[in-house]
Each structure stands twice: as C-alpha cells, then as structure tokens.
C-alpha cells in the first residue's frame, strides 16, 4: 500500500525568507503523482504544485517549488519570499496514474498528515 | 467563478440521527468525491463518483452512504451518525478519472 509521510508537524518561518516542507511517499508503482495542497485556516485546500513522476524536471509555480527526488521517494516543497499569507496547514499527497483497467483506485488521492506553517513578521 | 460548494459549513447533529450533507459544482466535472478530515489528521477518501458509477472505498463503514442524483450535486448521507463520526467532511471533483481534485470549503460536523 502506499504511504505519504510528512515528519515535521509545525514549521515556521520569518516573512521574505524561504522554507522547506519535507515529504516522503513510498510505492511501487513507477507512473503516480505528487502534489502539495494548502488549507489555510477555516478555508478550503487549494492546489499549490503538482508533480508527474515521469518528469525529471522539478515543478515550479511562482514562489512555490518542489526538490522530487524519485530513487529517494522525497518529494519536498520550498516556499521562497514568504508572504504571511502562506501560514495554512500543507499537505503532501499521492496519487496512482491513471490506467482504464484500475477503476476507482486511480482517483484515490493519499495524504500525508500535514505539516502547520506559520508566518513570523 | 466555477467553483465547488458545500453546505451548510457547519452542522450540528444528535447521536443516532440521520444527517446530510451537500456538495454542488459549477465546474462541470465527472467526478465527485467525498473525503472525511478528523481532527489533526490527513483527509481520507470515503467515496467518489465517476459520472453515475459509484466507487466506495473497502474501509468506508457501512453508515455512510451517498447520492448523486445529477452531474451538479452530489449528497452525504450519515445514516447514524455517532461521536466518532465527528469531522470536516470535505467534497471534491476533477475533470474526469487521474485528473487534478479541486475541493470545497468542506462542512465541519459535530455530533451531540
């Protein structure tokens, strides 16, 4: 079965610095995807950054990006120039790709247990 | 704007009496899931729907059920809710089958 583990439960960081969340997963499968989602407090998860697995290139959006290191199963988040806006509970979570013959099991996403930011100014 | 919605955001139930929660879209999505977040934890798939084919997970207790009487709404239903059934019940489409989840604002249940 697989796993998704984020071992830091708090984390937190000075605004306009830069953070790194941790993240590790473990499968078997070699076609899956990582994302990280961000649920700010009493407001809905929202997509920060996604990852194929078949992609060797690391995913960027705007300040957020990942360090996916594939033979390591770590798959972590570096938020750069911290806005206070940031602070929110992230989650690192997995999901198989897709294959017609899977069914529902590709659908399913797999979250890891969080990790909650706060933002200093 | 497109979006997913659910309702109410919070709900106050007895133990043992039958509740339901809502979830809509205006984004058009085939799939529909519904995850159960309990406090602290990581959110947990209970079930989605790929168009009108129901998918439930093996370990979604038998008390939860759900409807999805047409593409834009897609209904909870806890048939006996007990305390430990207290959570944030979170709603979520994608496009179709492997694609990206958009979630809603989700519904925080407690359970008296």
């Known amino acids: 079965a697989q796993t998704v583990t984020q071992s830091q439960p708090e984390m937190s960081v000075q605004e306009a610095e830069t953070v790194t969340l941790g993240c590790t997963y473990d499968?078997?499968?070699?076609?899956?995807?990582l994302f990280w989602y961000k649920q700010p407090p009493s407001r809905q998860m929202i997509l920060v950054i996604r990852q194929e697995a078949y992609k060797q290139q690391n995913a960027t959006e705007n300040r957020f990006s990942v360090n996916f290191q594939k033979a390591a199963k770590s798959f972590s988040l570096k938020i750069s120039d911290s806005q206070l806006g940031d602070a929110a509970m992230y989650f690192c979570a997995y999901r198989r790709g897709f294959r017609p013959n899977y069914g529902g099991a590709t659908n399913k996403l797999i979250f890891g247990t969080g990790t909650l930011l706060a933002v200093q100014p | 704007d497109a979006m997913v919605i659910q309702n109410p955001r919070y709900q106050v139930t007895q133990f043992g009496k039958p509740v339901t929660l809502s979830c809509s879209q205006t984004?058009?999505?085939?799939?529909m899931y519904w995850y159960q977040q309990k406090s602290s934890q990581a959110p947990k798939l209970l079930f989605h729907?790929?168009?009108?084919?129901?998918?439930n997970e093996a370990d979604t207790p038998d008390n939860f059920q759900s409807r999805r009487p047409n593409t834009s709404f897609c209904f909870l239903d806890i048939r006996s809710p007990g305390l430990g059934d207290a959570a944030m019940y979170l709603c979520?489409?994608?496009?179709?089958?492997?694609?990206?989840?958009?979630f809603g604002p989700g519904t925080r249940l407690l359970v008296l």
């Open positions: 984004l058009n999505h085939n799939v």
């Open positions: 979520a489409t994608s496009r179709t089958r492997g694609e990206t989840q958009y």
């Open positions: 499968t078997s499968e070699s076609d899956y995807y």
């Open positions: 729907y790929y168009d009108k084919d129901f998918n």
